[in-house]
Nanobody, 124 residues
Framework: QVQPVESGGGLVQAGDSLRLSCATS????????MGWFRQAPGKEREFVGV????????AYADSVKGRFSISRDSAKNTVYLDMSRLKPEDTAVYYC?????????????????WGQGTQVTVSS
């Protein structure tokens, strides 16, 4: 299976904005919802948000709601995570993944194809 590829991470200051991209191979991800997760040092990977295949339905973790936004460009086979008003606690490796249709989009068990991740570091 072809993995998605995340990019756009980096070192930013608190309050800054950042856009992450998740490039997919097209056919492998056509028709699937895509999710974003993150894993901070010493912590378990946690759900950030998900977007439906059509792009019309999104859901977010409470910790990022109102600050993060997910979108997708089907023509470019790319999913985006726009992050604003970043906080030091947003520091983590961010992953995108294909939803396998398990139903519980908040659980990583519902995703079957993961990228390698991109590091986001927010300094105070």
């Amino acid at each position: 299976q072809v993995q998605p590829v995340e990019s756009g991470g980096g070192l930013v200051q608190a309050g800054d904005s950042l856009r992450l991209s998740c490039a997919t191979s097209g056919r492998t991800f056509t028709g699937y919802s895509m999710g974003w997760f993150r894993q901070a040092p010493g912590k378990e990977r946690e759900f950030v948000g998900v977007i439906s295949w059509s792009g019309t339905v999104t859901a977010y973790a409470d910790s990022v709601k109102g600050r993060f936004s997910i979108s997708r460009d089907s023509a470019k086979n790319t999913v985006y995570l726009d992050m604003s008003r970043l906080k030091p606690e947003d520091t983590a490796v961010y992953y995108c993944a294909r939803a396998s249709g398990g139903g519980d989009y908040y659980s990583e068990d519902s995703y079957d194809t993961w990228g390698q991740g991109t590091q986001v570091t927010v300094s105070s």
